[in-house]
């Protein structure tokens, strides 16, 4: 076999002399063992040749063995780091696309397009990499292109130089601090009491924080004070001293601070950066004096903390909010706080006092105050002398007393909803109830021993009927008719009631303010107001007292002035009920208005008194509000608006009343959800001559009519399920405009017509009477008649 490398006669030669070798040995040293020595020695050496040309050709024969450049451009290819290599020749033996995309070509280092004297570092780079093994170039440019070079040498024979070029992004730092210098970083140091502003080598304003345009311009509007020279809005005294020009000599000193934003030129760009400097020891005492004087002129709650946690000063606002006597005032705010809240409070002066002149809300509980928290701001401040935190407390307490009205309101509001619903299911019951105890009646005469049991059950069903008025009255939801009145003449219609009820052992005080406007209410309600109070008020005094009643005009501003956020702006009538008694404790005050809620003794009293005044003022557009302080009586107050009339409108004729009958003729269609109402009406109309075709529901009320040759009325329910009576009525009346309705309902007039919106309608409230049933009939029948002709 012929040795890698070496021809057929190479080898034949190196064969001739290894043998001609042995021979001249054997020949001069005579000695077979030497020469067989040497010959294996040669074949051992011709072995090792053999092996090493096998595993390394190259090396071996002294050949530079060439790498593969495809392979090691796609390795390096990359897209931010731009890659080339050389030889020791000086000669580019691969490179990356960014490296031809930024150097403009395939360009041998170091010979690129750079800027000044890249080239050159760039060069003497390559040099150093030769000798150290590495080398580099922090600052070149190839145009708008900042550059890092750095160089390496590699390679198996360490004779290849690897370039290596990064993108430098070059950070403006005068753009960078004007954009801050605008923007929030601004107001952060002008919270921490640092006046910032950037100046041009000429030392004008290119812009600065609000902090400094408010001290030195006193305004903050950046654009316009953008180019005006800085140096004249300062002021240096004899002393050395620095102060803001405009402030005059009252001005607080400032300390400056100069940063060169171009490092060893001074006369470049400058960041200025001003401080309040600390006031002397002696000039401590008169600016705490100063200070206090100013927080006690102030209407809200302020107090100075020292750095050890100790009140300082607090002004009375202050101590009128937090409810402190001024014969113990407190050493330490966590005393005037409950002990959940002391920790949090003392930790938060505790951080403001040595940090930063910020400040920050908590909310704590005031000690004695109830449950209900409060908002404290504490500032950290400096310069205030021997005070390190200002305490801001608000006085709450007309705002919590609106609040607990506000949620009263709610809460009446939502019980009313309730109380409604529960009178109108109850009135069907009670319509089903009355109904039969008068066609019962109907069948007995006085003296039978049915009779008397009958009126009973009646009577009762009677006095139910009006606990449901009640609760209608209450949840604004009866039928009112009202009328345009003077608040005195009400009171004068009922004084002669009110001396029978309240009892000659209390004396009634009537007293009437002059200029009193007139309002719009229904006189009979306004007048069981009156009543009602008048009697709670009696019974309130146990029978002997003083009961005051008293009207007087309210204007706008005044209501504006009580600051009600309930009670919006206008003009109102006043009416105030006062007594003589023990007054009404705290806990029960916000629980008067509320149905079935009484302080009577069992059996003395339902509870509906006040919830029915309630909601008979707030039906009638006013409010009502009670005060009370124990052991000074109790006083309602009601505001009901000033009525305007109209001048141009003419007044409205009032309609023919039409003529009642228990007894008539023809078809009547009735409609009606409730088994036991639909049961008692039919019975009552049958035996009042009329002849009736009932219906459980509006859907089979409209089957039934299209199935009738005449109906002369409707008889039906307001509110039953699938298809109501309202909806039912629209389908006949496009059938026959003309077609009498007589609505029923446990629900209030005034509130079914305003959804009902359908005209020439009658209505009839539930509970009614067998009589009220058919007077109801014969009347909305000849009404009808009177309109046909």
């Known amino acids: 076999m012929v040795p890698a490398g070496l021809s057929r006669v190479d080898a034949a030669l190196l064969g001739g002399l290894a043998i001609l070798s042995v021979g001249l040995l054997f020949w001069a040293t005579r000695d077979a063992v030497l020469a067989a020595g040497f010959l294996g020695g040669l074949a051992i050496a011709c072995a090792a040749v053999i092996l090493l040309r096998r595993l390394f050709p190259a090396a071996v024969a002294g050949e530079a063995a060439l790498p593969d450049w495809t392979m090691l451009r ?77 160089v390496i040498r590699s390679g198996l024979a360490e004779d290849y130089l690897v370039w290596r070029f990064s993108a430098v992004e070059r950070l403006d730092l005068v753009a960078e601090i004007s954009r801050h210098l605008d923007g929030p970083a601004g107001r952060t140091l002008g919270q921490a009491g640092i006046m910032a502003a950037l100046v041009n080598a000429e030392g004008r304003l290119r812009v600065a924080n609000q902090a400094f345009l408010l001290r030195a311009l006193g305004e903050s509007d950046q654009a316009h004070y953008a180019g005006r020279d800085v140096a004249p809005l300062l002021r240096l005294d004899d002393a050395g001293t620095l102060y803001f020009g405009r402030e005059g000599e009252r001005a607080t000193p400032v300390r400056l601070l100069q940063i060169p934003l171009i490092p060893a030129d001074s006369h470049g760009p400058m960041l200025l950066a001003l401080i309040d400097e600390e006031m002397g020891a002696a000039d401590r005492g008169t600016a705490q004096t100063y200070v206090e004087t100013l927080l006690s002129l102030l209407p ?25 006597s001024e014969e113990r005032m ?3 705010p966590g005393d005037i706080v409950v002990s959940e809240d002391k920790g949090p409070l003392a930790d938060m002066i505790r951080r403001h006092s040595s940090g930063q002149q910020v400040g920050g809300d908590l909310s704590i509980r005031l000690a004695g105050q109830g449950d209900e928290p409060v908002s404290m701001r504490v500032v950290g401040v400096r310069g205030l002398g021997e005070a390190a935190v200002l305490l801001s ?66 009577s009762n069903a009677n006095r139910a009927a009006s606990l449901t008025r009640q609760l209608l009255a209450f949840s604004r939801q009866q039928t009112l008719r009202p009328q345009i009145l003077q608040l005195p003449d009400v009171i004068s219609e009922v004084s002669h009631l009110l001396k029978r009820l309240i009892g000659e052992s209390v004396q009634l005080s009537v007293r009437h303010g002059r200029g009193l406007g007139a309002v719009r209410a229904d006189p009979g309600q306004l007048e069981q107001v009156i009543i009602n109070l008048a009697v709670n008020a009696r019974d309130a005094m146990g029978g002997h007292g003083t009961l005051t009643m008293e009207t007087y005009p309210v204007s706008a501003a005044e209501v504006r ?65 009670a005060d009370s302080k124990p052991g000074e009586g109790a006083s309602f107050t009601i505001y009901l608006p000033v009525h305007r009339a109209d001048k141009d409108a003419p007044a409205a004729a009032a309609p023919p009343k039409p003529k009642k009958s228990q007894w008539g003729t023809g078809t009547i269609l009735l409609v009606e959800d409730e088994d036991m109402v639909r049961a008692v009406a039919e019975r009552a109309l049958t035996r009042a001559g009329y002849t009736v075709v009932t219906a459980s529901q509006g859907e089979e009320g409209v089957e039934r009519f299209g199935q009738m040759d005449k109906v002369d009325l409707i008889l039906t329910d307001v509110m039953m399920p699938t298809m109501d009576g309202p909806a039912m009525v629209r389908v006949l009346r496009a059938k026959r405009p003309d077609l009498p309705v007589l609505f029923m309902s446990g629900y209030a007039e005034e509130q079914l017509r305003q959804s009902i919106d359908i005209d020439h309608v009658s209505f009839l409230p539930k509970p009614f009477s067998v009589a009220q049933l058919t007077e109801a009939v014969s009347a909305a029948l000849d009404t009808a008649a009177q309109r046909a002709l």
Not at 301 to 314: I, P, T
Not at 587 to 607: Q, R, Y
């Open 74 to 150: 796609t390795a390096v290819d990359h897209d931010d780091i731009a890659v080339a290599v050389t030889d020791r020749a000086g000669r580019l033996v691969c490179a990356n696309d960014l490296f031809a995309t930024w150097m403009g070509g395939f360009v041998t280092p170091p010979g690129l397009p750079l800027e000044g004297r890249g080239a050159e570092l760039l060069k003497n780079a390559g040099r150093t990499a030769w000798r150290d093994g590495e080398g580099s170039v922090h600052e070149l440019a190839v145009g708008a292109l900042h550059l890092r070079a750095q």
């Open 561 to 625: 002035a009580m600051g009600s956020d309930i009670m919006p702006p206008a003009d109102y009538s006043a009416l105030k009920v006062s007594d003589t008694g023990g007054g009404i404790p705290a806990e029960v005050l916000p629980k008067i208005f509320e149905p079935f809620f009484t302080t009577k003794d069992v059996g003395k009293g339902t509870g509906l008194g006040l919830s029915t005044v309630y909601g008979i003022i707030k039906q009638s557009a006013g409010f009502i509000f």
């Open 300 to 324: 809200f709650g302020l107090a100075m903390v020292d750095r050890d946690g100790r009140f300082l000063y607090m002004n009375r606002a202050f101590v009128r909010a937090a409810g402190l």
């Open 330 to 332: 407190p050493r330490y």
């Open 393 to 458: 407390l608000k006085d709450s307490s007309e705002e919590s007393r609106l609040k607990r009205q506000v949620a009263q309101a709610s809460k009446m509001q939502a019980v009313g909803q309730l109380a409604g619903g529960v009178a109108h299911d109850f009135n069907n019951i009670l319509t089903a109830v009355l109904g039969s105890c008068d066609l019962m009646l109907m069948r007995h005469t006085p003296g039978d021993s049915d009779y008397d049991d009958i009126q009973q059950i009646r």
